[in-house]
Every structure is written in C-alpha cells, then in structure tokens.
C-alpha cells in the first residue's frame, strides 16, 4: 500500500534539468513518495535505470515495481559505495529533493512537527541513534546555542538556550509538547509559529546530521557523474542552497568563487545551467505550499 507523501515540487523543472537520456543511469538521492522518481521513469527507456536511496521505511512500499528501478534502503551519504556495489561506475544524472516530506510532518509518532503530540524524536531512518529530546536534554549551553543559531536561525536563541536549561534541570523534555510549550514562552508573539518552525528545524538538522551528509554526497558528484551529465538539486532552506550553489560555482563550500590555474583558468567540476535559483511559480504554489521556499540548481559536468 503506497504511503502519502506530499506533491513533488519543481517536478517539470527539474526532469528537464536532468536532460534525461531513454539508456541513461540516474539517481534519485531522496526517493520519498516516488514521484520524481516515476517521473524519471517515464522518460527512460528499456535500456535506461534508476537507483534510488531512502533511509526511512515508511518509504519503501512506494517502491515501483520496475525492473529499470533499484531502491537502496540506506541513507544518500553512501551513494558512491552503492554505486560500486551495483557495478555502476559513473551515472547521467543526479536528481536531490532535500529536506522533510510533508508526510514526515504529518506523522506525530515521528515527533517533526510541533503542530502535533508525539515524542520527541525527529530520526529519519533507523540508524540515527540521537533523538531531539536527546539533544535538547543533553546538550551543554554552548552546543544548544550553536545548533538554534546556525541550524534555525532562531531569534535571540540564548533566551531559548537558557529557558531550556532551567526546565530541564526539573524534569526532562520528552514530547513535542514540552518543547512546544517552553518555546512558546519566548516566541516573539506576532511570529509565534515561524519560530516553532525554526526550532524544530534546528533540531530536526542537528538529528540527522543533514548539512554533513549533504558536504558528503556533493563531495561525491564529481567521481560518479559523467562528463555533460547533470546534478538537479532542490533546496528549502537557505544554508542547504547556500552549499549547493557554493559547491556548484566553485567546487568547495568555504567560498563562491572557484579558484584559477597560472593561466586563469577557474578550476571547477561543474558548470552552473541556471544562474539563478529556479523558483516555483504563484500557480505551483497556491497548489502545493511547499513549494514556496523551494529553490532549484541545475549544474553540468565538465
């Protein structure tokens, strides 16, 4: 039974960034509900194939029955060892859909959204071990402060970092409710919700360790994408837009601006297709909300 996810977002946009080959090999690093990866499918042919990761089980009875399609049950990190495991050296093309799926949002068990009860552990796959009850209760001041501040951009986040410490020091956080609550108090009260959202980013991040496993697989791209084929990456947030467009124009993510041979030659991986972040239309918009912070790179493979 196929479970609901939410409305693929940039979906035209991004399969023609892909430039999808009918005997190509893709990837799609965040399988979720399927439907950039059914979409890939459409435009391959009998020879063509996709590989797709996704590390979360609620994911996998999405899985097409497909014989051109591989769905590999573990986090996108190990992208270039799966690769080697499947016999596949390099790839066409590499489709990213970053972030957290509405379902992720919509299932309280799973604790990643404060809009609902549910215990407070944000992990998206079995081998996470730290939880967000785990960070909020064990983290010392400094290491809260640096995960709001950096991860979620939280407003003044000392005063959060200090009404933390004093709650716990009486009892533990165990619910999404309790941080919820406790954050509540030093919301600024016009923006209450936005910075419950910042919150729960900043936690959810720091849980599953999405900025290093993104420097991760980007570092990859160069080694199994084939000369002309093309990285298509979606972003919601800004520091994963900032790394991707980093990494796109100048092969690091220190600085935006690629360094040069004695001849001035810039010495990069990747030549950018768009300029711009591609950005969804008022039309996409007003049909999948989500859609509104999306920011879409498309790169070429020198």
Not at 24 to 50: C, M, N, P, Q
Not at 101 to 122: I, K, Q, T, V
Not at 125 to 140: F, H, K, M, R, W
Not at 256 to 262: F, I, R, V, W
Request: charge should be negative; glycine fraction near 8%.
């Amino acid at each position: 039974m196929t479970t609901e996810y939410h409305i693929p977002v940039l979906l035209e946009t991004s399969i023609e960034g892909l430039n999808v080959r009918p005997d190509g090999v893709y990837v799609d690093l965040t399988f979720g509900g399927g439907g950039h990866s059914r979409e890939i499918l459409k435009h391959l042919g009998a020879d063509g194939r996709l590989i797709a990761f996704d590390q979360d089980a609620d994911a996998w009875a999405n899985a097409p029955d497909d014989e051109r399609f591989t769905l590999v049950k573990h986090n996108f990190r190990y992208l270039q060892h799966f690769l080697e495991y499947l016999g596949i050296e390099k790839v066409d093309g590499v489709l990213g859909d970053l972030g957290v799926s509405s379902h992720h949002f919509d299932s309280p068990e799973r604790g990643f959204s404060f809009r609902f009860e549910g215990a407070l552990d944000m992990r998206m796959g079995p081998g996470i071990e730290l939880t967000a009850a785990d960070i909020v209760n064990g983290y010392s001041e400094e290491k809260l402060f640096s995960v709001f501040k950096l991860y979620g951009e939280v407003p003044s986040c000392g005063k959060l970092v200090r009404a933390i410490l004093s709650a716990r020091s009486k009892e533990p956080f165990r619910t999404t409710s309790d941080l919820r609550e406790l954050a509540q108090t030093v919301a600024p009260r016009k923006d209450v919700n936005k910075y419950l959202a910042q919150v729960f980013q900043a936690l959810r991040i720091e849980v599953n360790r999405e900025m290093e496993v993104l420097e991760e697989v980007l570092m990859q791209m160069s080694q199994v994408i084939k000369p002309k084929g093309r990285l298509v990456v979606i972003a919601y947030h800004s520091l994963e837009d900032r790394m991707v467009k980093n990494f796109i124009r100048s092969g690091n993510f220190a600085k935006s601006q690629a360094e040069t041979d004695l001849y001035g030659n810039r010495d990069v991986p990747f030549n950018a297709v768009t300029r711009k972040a591609v950005q969804a239309g008022e039309d996409e918009v007003k049909e999948n909300p989500r859609a509104r912070s999306a920011k879409l790179r498309i790169a070429e493979k020198l």
